[in-house]
């Protein structure tokens, strides 16, 4: 079951309902007042592993370091 989050457009309240997405459509035709809100996204990563955002300078320094102290290992310094 997934968390919903719509906005009454009769009182501009916000309300959460949890249902399966199999009924998101249904109940979104019988309650044509209601209107869905994405409040966030989720994370689906960490930007730095996944390559979207290198890490700042200092901690690529100390990654330098581990990297140069154990010889032969496959640490990714940027």
Known sequence: MANYTFLNTLN???IDISMPISELD???A???HLEQL???APYIGDPS???LRKPDSGFRDVLKKVKKANRGSNINTW
């Open 38 to 40: 994405i409040k966030f």
């Open 12 to 14: 501009n309240e916000e």
């Open 30 to 32: 019988q309650n044509t």
């Open 26 to 28: 249904d109940y979104k």
């Open 49 to 51: 592993r996944l390559g």
